[in-house]
């Protein structure tokens, strides 16, 4: 099972940047974390495989056929959870389901067995007569993954499912997802790193539009071997070493010293640095991070 996405672009008609650019990857069964910050082109990815926007130029294939070609077909073996999706209060779960079954096309006793199936799956099945309305975010974003694994599909695409999530319940989806992955091309966008920290089989970067990167999530860190470190810094100091350095982390604290993470190309010699392991984390703030940017600073104070 091979999804081969090729040489994709996308720009918007009321746009002059593209959303994707020249966008290429190779997809086997597992979970692909698609990592980027907002804007960098996820969604838009997740579109075009599900044909709800067309690319300027590119191809997918499923199996060496194109999707175009495979029609009907593809969106056969395809789950889909987009990024926003208005959910019917009024509805119950289970009406909901029966709903997106028959729009999926399910005949009538496979779509109940599979709805149970689902229900099961996600853990909502004691709550499936209670109303969409009475749902917490997290059972929200249950009942929408159930939507998606209706058809059984074999290519399950997650846009930012964990979203608005509290971290009990991204820690479940998270539990939840990988398994159910088995035997299927699972691609789980997120910008969120500790999302997909263990779950993945491979991480994809995207940045404005780009794959910058992709390998297993041990592999990705070779990309910031020997840029990370650890120093011991006087509290007062902080702000000050935070306008010098990319401060991934503030790792500790004790009487009037801190340690932090900092992350870059060069030693930060003048702090008396030790070198540190790196970590999804502090890879996606070297690649991401706009070192000048106010919100690093508020990073870095909501981790203590
Ligand atoms: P992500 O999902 O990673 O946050 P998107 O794929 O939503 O990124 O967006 C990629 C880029 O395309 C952004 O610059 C965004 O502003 C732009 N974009 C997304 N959707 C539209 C649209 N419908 N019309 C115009 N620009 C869009
Ligand atoms: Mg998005």
């Not at 007062?236 to 070493?241: D, M, N, S, V, Y």
Request: no cysteine; glycine share 6%; proline share 3%.
């Amino acid at each position: 099972m091979v999804l081969t996405i090729s040489n994709i672009t996308k720009t918007y008609k009321n746009s002059n940047k593209k959303a994707l650019d020249n966008f290429n990857a190779s997809l086997t069964a597992g979970v692909y974390g698609l990592l980027g910050p907002n804007g960098a082109g996820k969604s838009t990815l997740m579109n075009i495989i599900t044909d709800n926007i067309k690319a300027d130029s590119g191809d997918i294939t499923f199996n060496g056929t194109s999707i175009k070609r495979m029609g009907k077909a593809f969106r056969n073996i395809l789950g889909y959870m987009p990024q926003h999706q208005g959910l019917y209060d009024d509805f119950t779960a289970n009406r909901f389901l029966w709903y997106m079954a028959a729009l999926k096309g399910l005949k009538k006793q496979a779509a109940k067995e599979r709805i149970e199936y689902a229900l099961g799956l996600v853990n909502l099945k004691k709550d499936a007569h209670k109303k969409l309305g009475s749902f917490s975010g997290g059972m929200k974003q249950r009942i929408l993954i159930a939507q998606a694994l209706l058809n059984d599909p074999e290519i399950l695409i997650l846009d930012e499912p964990t979203a608005g999530l509290d971290p009990k319940e991204r820690v479940h989806i998270r539990n939840f997802i990988s398994e159910i992955a088995l035997d299927k091309i699972v691609i789980f966008a997120t910008h969120v790193v500790s999302d997909i920290e263990y779950a993945a089989k491979e991480v994809i970067f995207i940045k404005q539009g780009r794959l910058i990167l992709q390998d297993t999530p041990s592999k990705v860190l070779s990309q910031v071997e020997n840029k990370v470190w650890l120093a011991h810094i006087q509290v007062e100091k902080l702000k000050q070493i935070q306008s010098l350095y990319m401060v991934s982390n503030i790792v500790g604290e004790k009487n009037n010293l801190i340690t932090v993470k900092i992350v870059g190309d060069d030693l930060p010699a003048e702090l008396n640095a030790n070198p540190a392991l790196p970590n999804l984390e502090d890879l996606y703030l070297y690649l991401f991070n706009d070192f000048n940017e106010e919100r690093r600073v508020q990073n870095a104070f909501t981790e203590i």
